[in-house]
Nanobody, 122 residues
Framework: QVQLVESGGGLVQPGGSLRLSCVAS????????VGWFRQAPGKEREGLAC???????YYADSVKGRFTISRDNDKNTVYLRSNSLKPEDTAVYYC????????????????WGQGTQVTVSS
């Protein structure tokens, strides 16, 4: 059974940092492009960062320079390092995977985690 499980969310003060993790089971994540998305209440799901199997990356303007996507194929895990967090970064964060090339839009992804809540507040 293919599964993605996120962790690492929580409450953080503005300006703080978090590292989100997404562990895959049931398949070898190194063969898949991966992405991180988020969805705030009342808003559409937003693509944040994605990475191809070769390590090519894409970042949305809203997080460029603050967030970093990485992967550890030995651990079958993808990460999202989030720095300089702002209250507007508050959302449920999801990881996703797809066979094929890097993709920026959520509709392109087949496998999804259940999400982890990130709240940025003082």
């Amino acid at each position: 059974q293919v599964q993605l499980v996120e962790s690492g969310g929580g409450l953080v003060q503005p300006g703080g940092s978090l590292r989100l993790s997404c562990v895959a089971s049931g398949y070898n994540l190194s063969y898949y492009a991966v992405g991180w998305f988020r969805q705030a209440p009342g808003k559409e799901r937003e693509g944040l960062a994605c990475m191809s199997t070769h390590g090519d990356t894409y970042y949305a303007d809203s997080v460029k320079g603050r967030f970093t996507i990485s992967r550890d194929n030995d651990k079958n895990t993808v990460y999202l390092r989030s720095n300089s967090l702002k209250p507007e970064d508050t959302a449920v964060y999801y990881c996703a995977a797809r066979g094929g090339p890097l993709a920026r839009t959520s509709i392109a992804y087949v496998y999804w985690g259940q999400g982890t809540q990130v709240t940025v507040s003082s």
